[in-house]
């Protein structure tokens, strides 16, 4: 029931508003969870870095958000605005240069008469939240941050080891830190450091869901 949204300073209120890109560009492909797209952004030529942009990078910033907000709010029944967890979406303008952060209200109805927030006729509303489509559109933000960043993308730096990579933004950016561990493709682990001095950190299982939640 207890709502988990903080996922990164400001989200909330990036879900009203939008971002200004420094120059419009063409969307990357690796905007849905598609692991061919992110490979091809991860071994582009680094003559081609100028395609890239802030905007790319703020985007694959808010996309880890969104996807792990709803990850981590599936079972999320009533919120302070009354009714279930509404999932959150990046939706950015044709050629990429402005991206909102929007709640969507997809529920789904189950018959659960014990449960609290059930209605009248014994059925509660859970957001309707896919794990497996989630945790991959997760894992392929990370591997466009991890690129984008190996890039120097609006002057961002990584520490990358191969299972671990550590990417500090620029300080025009929300996040200070992104700390992502991988095992066998995928993310296993994620912190995230803020620049209201917020830690947070979240574990996942294999099918996607988190530890802990």
Known sequence: MKLLLSLTAGLALLAQTSFAAPAPVAAPTALTPD???AKSLATK???TAPAFNCSDL???TLRLSAHASNLANINTTHTATGGPYKPLEVTCTIGGAFCNVEARELVKRVYDPKHPDADTNGYVKYPAISIGNEYAGFNTAAA???ALATLG???????DQGSLAIVKYHSDFEVVTD???????????WTRQTREGKMQSFSFKNDGSMIGI
Do not use: H, M, N
Request: net charge positive.
């Open 144 to 146: 466009e941050v991890k």
């Open 153 to 159: 993308v609006c002057k961002s730096q990584i520490l």
């Open 45 to 47: 030529p680094s003559t």
């Open 58 to 60: 703020r985007r694959a």
């Open 179 to 189: 700390t992502l561990q991988f095992k066998d493709g995928r993310v296993e682990s």
């Open 35 to 37: 692991k061919a797209a």
